[in-house]
């Protein structure tokens, strides 16, 4: 996690500013007053200014988690509309990316954040971070490193764009603590005991890596779909397509 200084200011009125704001006012204050005064050390004076630094990086991270946990209390829920497909058949639901982004937008703006990504490669794998950055300076970010996503008929530029829209989507998820849930339910009293959306996503992208064989895969886990798996066997289902892996490299 990186703490790094935005560049944006937002002005706030003397009186409404609070104790720890104001003290780091005053505190710069004095380092401008004693920059100008040629009789004071130099060496004291870089001091000083790198304590300035850490007073304003603690205020902007106080302030930082402070409107973070105000925001999350608006945050929706986000309904699973898109699709996994293995044989043409939906093995899971997620929530879609551009769903979260239309649903979160408004918030995030509303409590002074803003979410980017970088993309980047790690030897034959696509890295997404997601960063979270609040307009007082502070930013937080969490990266998710993924196999390039070659099933069905994508070519290469397909297959780096799914791989970095799970990425945008698995990271904004883990920075903003979303939970998504499907339209319905079609009246079995939801998905209690299952895996959950993500845990599907994990298992799908190392399915697609050790390129296992589908119809066996799931007689292994004795179900007819990933929907069905149990939260119980998830270690178990994940651990079979770690050994997989780890007997191919």
């Not at 239309?102 to 002074?112: C, N, V």
């Amino acid at each position: 996690m990186t703490t790094e200084p935005t560049g944006q200011t937002v002005m706030i009125p003397e009186a409404a500013q609070p104790p720890a704001a104001s003290e780091s006012g005053a505190f710069l204050n004095m380092i401008e007053r004693l920059a100008t005064d040629p009789r004071v050390d130099v060496d004291k004076l870089e001091r000083l200014m790198l304590l300035q630094e850490r007073i304003l990086a603690r205020n902007a991270k106080s302030a930082y988690n402070a409107a973070l946990a105000e925001m999350q209390q608006k945050l929706p829920t986000i309904t699973e509309r898109g699709e996994i497909r293995i044989h043409d058949k939906v093995q899971s639901k997620f929530a879609r990316f551009e769903d979260i982004v239309e649903a979160i937008t408004p918030i995030l703006g509303a409590h002074g954040f803003a979410l980017s990504f970088r993309i980047g490669r790690d030897t034959d794998r696509q890295t997404v971070t997601g960063i979270l950055s609040h307009r007082e300076g502070h930013q937080e970010e969490t990266t998710i490193s993924l196999p390039v996503d070659a099933s069905g008929s994508k070519n290469s530029v397909q297959s780096v764009g799914s791989s970095m829209s799970y990425g945008r989507r698995y990271v904004t998820q883990a920075l903003l603590n979303l939970v998504s849930s499907g339209e319905d339910d079609d009246g079995e009293g939801g998905n209690d005991g299952l895996i959950s959306a993500d845990q599907k996503l994990e298992l799908v992208a190392l399915m697609q890596e050790t390129g296992a064989d589908t119809g066996k895969y799931l007689k292994y886990l004795n179900v007819e779909s990933l929907d069905q798996i149990k939260a119980a066997n998830f270690g178990r289902a994940k651990s079979a397509l770690e050994a997989k892996r780890a007997k191919a490299s």
